[in-house]
């Protein structure tokens, strides 16, 4: 027997605000919680089983690195206009001690939480 990823959680300072990058992101549609958390799931023309992304509210800012992190793909392969995309979303590169050689390129959202493109 075996398990699978069937949600991402992430605990965020700025629910709304977050939901909205996110959505925009990975394209899901999002659905409010009575409890303040929202709930990213994708369209329903996407890959079967795809995981969902729960927000849930959280007291005071990240601090330190993430100890996990979603890494994404392109859906259309283009990683640079991906990138482009990204930051004008409000996501931003940063440095984790990467090289240019590395195959991703390492992002953080607008809360400071790290995730990576793949390439």
């Known amino acids: 027997m075996s398990s699978s990823i069937s949600q991402w959680t992430l605990d965020v300072a700025d629910v709304s605000g977050m939901a909205d990058f996110w959505s925009s992101v990975l394209g899901y549609a999002t659905e409010v919680g009575d409890d303040g958390s929202v709930h990213l799931r994708p369209p329903p023309d996407r890959m079967a089983g795809e995981p969902t992304v729960w927000l849930q509210p959280c007291a ?60």
Do not use: W, Y
């Open 60 to 119: 005071g800012p990240k601090s330190g690195k993430n100890r996990n992190h979603p890494d994404l793909r392109p859906i259309d392969g283009d990683v640079d206009a991906e990138v482009s995309r990204l930051e004008a979303l409000g996501a931003r590169q940063v440095d984790i001690g990467q090289t240019l050689d590395d195959p991703f390129v390492v992002m953080a959202d607008p809360e400071g939480n790290e995730f990576c493109i793949l390439r």
